[in-house]
């Protein structure tokens, strides 16, 4: 495949990605989906010498879907998939690069819904009671674990907090989520503690000589990153014996279902997660029937299955 090949569909695709983080303000994660999806898909459409996208017929399209998923693309990437080409060639059209928009009628498809994992209360009690160590990054690791159980905060939410967010008047988070959009998260008495105490005796020691507005750094201070994030996560999870490990969105799973289980409403939910529709929010409403089907099968004298 030559360069010259490829140009249009180079020249549309970034066209696109501009447009959406600057009308549309999608997330870097979101762009990147994004990204990979489009060029992917300009490098079938060289392949099959169609050099421009006026070139292509939605048969084209759907032969390059109907591709995808006999490859085994799982539902959610293909419906990925259909949204970032969708916007694409809406785009072009918009532009007049095109005469139609060929993916207006296409379907998204069906994906199921995934109940997301999360720990126990007893479970999130011993992350929060181990033993951290007495250094800098202990210290700062117990402070991160409150904040991501006691707030709900996305990893990247997490690691991109600076000094002006953390309020400590307040007891709230000032938090940019995805496109982002700011929201307000209320502080516990707990992770408010904690992060006074790593500020005040940590996070210097961590910063060094340097000079850094991000609150949570690595030493040498450099911030902390997602990566990283990770690994504490799962050195914790192996110090507390939970085979299945731990990642920033299962506590934010966890914040959210231990809310809804002491009777949190689900709009406040959605304001406090930062999620804009309340369909997405909806998803705990089927974890915590989940728990209440096991609580009936137990213990209701009807509960029991038959032998």
Do not use: C
């Not at 994004?34 to 017929?57: C, H, I, M, S, Y």
């Not at 959610?76 to 918009?94: E, G, T």
């Amino acid at each position: 495949m030559k360069k010259a090949d490829s140009d249009s569909w180079t020249g549309a695709i970034e066209s696109v990605l501009r447009y959406l983080a600057t009308e549309r303000d999608h997330s870097a994660n979101t762009q990147l989906t994004n990204r990979l999806l489009l060029e992917a898909f300009g490098r079938w459409a060289v392949e099959k010498q169609l050099f421009e996208p006026a070139d292509l017929t939605l048969e084209d399209v759907q032969r390059y879907l109907a591709k995808e998923r006999e490859r085994g693309l799982a539902p959610s990437s293909l419906k990925a998939l259909v949204v970032a080409l969708r916007h694409l060639f809406s785009h072009l059209r918009r532009e007049g690069m095109i005469p139609v928009d060929l993916t207006q009628d296409l379907e998204l498809p069906k994906v199921g819904l995934r109940i997301p994992r999360v720990l126990s209360e007893k479970d999130v009690n011993q992350l929060l009671t181990v033993d951290y160590p007495s250094t800098p990054e202990g210290v700062r690791d117990r402070a991160i674990v409150e904040i991501l159980y006691g707030s709900g905060l996305r990893a990247s939410e997490l690691v991109d907090l600076r000094l002006t967010s953390f309020l400590s008047d307040e007891r709230m988070l000032r938090v940019f989520g995805k496109g982002r959009k700011e929201r307000m998260v209320p502080l516990g008495i707990p992770s408010l503690r904690a992060v006074e105490v790593y500020l005040a005796e940590s996070r210097p020691r961590l910063l060094g000589s340097r000079r850094s507005d991000v609150l949570f750094l690595k030493r040498g201070g450099s911030p902390l990153s997602r990566f990283a994030l990770n690994q504490l996560l799962s050195h914790l999870a192996q110090r507390i014996g939970l085979r299945h490990g731990i990642h920033p969105h299962l506590l934010r799973h966890s914040f959210a279902t231990h809310l809804l289980h002491h009777g949190a409403d689900l709009r406040s939910l959605q304001l406090l997660l930062g999620h804009a529709d309340l369909a997405t929010t909806q998803i705990y409403t089927h974890v915590d029937a989940d728990r209440l089907r096991e609580i009936h099968r137990r213990f209701h004298p009807r509960g029991q299955r038959l032998a």
